[in-house]
């Protein structure tokens, strides 16, 4: 089991920044998968992949919504994976959740977080 906890959410204008910060209460290794990622949930829509990292941190995967603007990053030895969200646009209001042990083709994760929000402002 793992308990993964969101924080960093909030109210910001377009074209501002966001940092998310996701707390795991072990460190995550996997196999052939990607270890930790972000997703996110707008309201009325499906939930959708956003980012994902493996364990060292060379690999990462990104929506292409999201390519050049968000940026994926872990520190192993706390525990936490990061979400830097630049430029910001009113379509990137969501839920965003962290999760762990994402698969590589079917981006189905293991592991969820409660989710923190975001909320874009035009």
């Known amino acids: 089991q793992v308990q993964l906890v969101e924080s960093g959410g909030g109210l910001v204008q377009a074209g501002g920044s966001l940092r998310l910060s996701c707390a795991a209460s072990?460190?995550?290794?996997?196999?052939?998968?990607?270890?930790m990622g972000w997703f996110r949930q707008a309201p009325g829509k499906e939930r959708e992949f956003v980012a994902a990292?493996?364990?060292?941190?060379?690999?990462?995967r990104y929506a292409d919504s999201v390519k050049g603007l968000f940026t994926i990053s872990r520190d192993n030895g706390k525990k936490m994976v990061y979400l830097q969200m630049n430029s910001l646009k009113p379509e990137d209001t969501a839920v965003y959740y962290c999760?762990?042990?994402?698969?590589?083709?079917?981006?189905?994760?293991?592991?969820w977080g409660q989710g923190t929000q975001v909320t874009v402002s035009p």
């Open positions: 999760a762990s042990g994402v698969d590589k083709t079917s981006m189905r994760a293991e592991y």
């Open positions: 990292i493996t364990w060292s941190g060379v690999t990462t």
């Open positions: 072990r460190r995550i290794i996997t196999t052939g998968r990607y270890d």
